[in-house]
């Protein structure tokens, strides 16, 4: 691809990104599916490209309705932009790329154009811009996080903006963490014990899992080190009966099953619910991978749903992996920032309590309800635990150190009622996990 062409296709992928309901590298993945031509030293500059321009957006923006040539941003001018201020082109050389020639980008339009004048030579960060566009997150979420962080705003959104490792969660239904290091060796991937999950490998630089035995075979999954924690934190044993009351695809449904693995197989019951039928039908390709089609899959409805009534005061162990903002994971989904608005949240939390209630019924006395988020928001954590444990005197909320030493093991990395990771703290994801005992 020429350097035109590389650019037109930054510019695709950020408005395919921007539409899609998927992430980013989903998108990716299909869109040079599609273009095979493509080598890969295109796809890794029109990939980095592309993630560079979505964690510097704020900033971009801020520039780009700065220079006052009334154009609102959109992935061309967040290219051009980017182009100039932090790959220090040169408005010459990108009227030469953006030429119109086959697989390149249209011609500059005039006020394309005076835009590349009025930035060339200027550096990205600026000092009049406000912090919520330095650290790049929504100005409306500003009151949450200063209250979150104080003194630590600069330190914890940074981390947030950073790339991701690639983490990976051995199977323990298939393998032991040593001879699934060395499975990935003789695949020639490197990696290492996660520092805080037992159970997790942390892969050295950017690898296609997908083609090694030791994926094929399932002896691995990809799941971020801070999701394995909170998967940990339920506790469960060979025996239990468990929940997965918001299961998705299946990714901490897969960690609950190896908890349970009892000679080869799974010892006890452990239901997977979702509202979504599309989810639960992703999550059996990985069930039949890992070996854990013991698994039992139910979609359910939002309220009244007849398997819950069924089912109230049976479970060992309840986990709600509550629907969020998702701002715990903004390093893999930078775009995810943008996509909520103060309404989006409220109605998130409203399902969240009414996930709450509903999962709670469940629960037998002795058991336990664990409350999980990947996000980093009061109003999402702290707040619906306070709401929920104010109506129900019969849930006890259990010290997240004990329960982290009886179910993780070693010292816990955070205090109090409730577990936070966030990948300035742990290395991990955002997610907050609260465990709360039923007393009768
Ligand atoms: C954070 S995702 C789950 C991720 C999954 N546990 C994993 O580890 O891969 C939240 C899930 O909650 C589901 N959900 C949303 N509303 C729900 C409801 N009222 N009851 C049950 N599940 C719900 C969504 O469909 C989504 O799959």
Not at 73 to 90: D, G, H, K, Q, V
């Amino acid at each position: 691809m020429t350097p035109g062409a590389r650019l037109a296709g930054t510019i695709e992928l950020l408005d395919e990104i921007d539409a899609a309901d998927q992430a980013p590298d989903q998108v990716i993945d299909g869109y040079f599916r599609q273009r095979r031509f493509a080598g890969s030293g295109d796809r890794r500059d029109v990939t980095g490209r592309v993630y560079d321009i979505l964690r510097r957006r704020a900033k971009l923006d801020w520039w780009i309705e700065r220079t006052g040539l009334g154009v609102p941003p959109n992935a061309r001018l967040r290219t051009l932009a980017f182009a100039i201020l932090e790959e220090r082109s040169s408005p010459e050389e990108l009227r030469g790329y953006f030429s119109g020639a086959r697989h390149c980008p249209d011609p500059l339009s005039e006020p394309e154009s005076a835009l590349s004048d009025a930035l060339y030579g200027r550096p990205l960060l600026n000092r009049d811009m406000p912090d919520h566009v330095r650290l790049e997150y929504p100005e409306w979420m500003d009151r949450s996080f200063r209250a979150l962080w104080g003194a630590r705003l600069d330190d914890e959104m940074s981390g947030l903006n950073q790339p991701a490792p690639m983490d990976l969660r051995v199977n323990l239904l298939k393998t032991t963490p040593e001879d699934a290091l060395q499975r990935l060796a003789d695949d020639f991937i490197d990696g290492a014990p996660t520092a805080l999950s037992p159970i997790g490998i942390r892969v050295t630089g950017k690898v296609r899992l997908g083609g090694t035995r030791a994926f094929k075979d399932g002896l691995v999954d990809v799941q971020d080190e801070g999701s394995q924690l909170a998967a940990l934190m339920v506790g469960v044993r060979p025996g239990m009966t468990v929940v997965d009351y918001c299961a998705g695809a299946g990714g901490k449904t897969l960690a609950l099953a190896a908890g349970m693995a009892h000679e080869g197989g799974i010892a006890g019951r452990l239901y997977a619910l979702d509202v979504s039928k599309y989810r639960m039908d992703r999550m059996v390709a990985r069930l039949k991978r890992a070996g854990a089609m013991a698994v039992k899959r139910r979609v359910i409805s939002a309220s009244n749903d007849p398997w819950v009534s069924e089912h109230a005061g049976r479970a060992d162990r309840v986990l709600i992996d509550a629907p969020c903002t998702g701002t715990g994971s903004w390093r893999r989904n930078p775009d995810a920032r943008w996509q909520f608005t103060p309404e989006d949240l409220d109605a998130i939390r409203a399902n969240q309590q009414s996930i709450f209630e509903n999962a709670a019924t469940l629960v037998k006395p002795g058991g336990r309800l664990i409350y999980v988020t990947c996000s980093l928001l009061q109003e999402e954590n702290e707040q619906q635990l306070a709401w929920f444990a104010e109506r129900h005197e019969n849930f006890e909320v259990l010290d997240v150190g004990a329960v982290w030493s009886e179910t993780v093991g070693g010292p816990p990395p955070s205090s109090g009622p409730a577990l936070r990771l966030s990948p300035a703290s742990t290395g991990t994801d955002g997610f907050f996990c609260a465990v709360l005992e039923r007393t009768r």
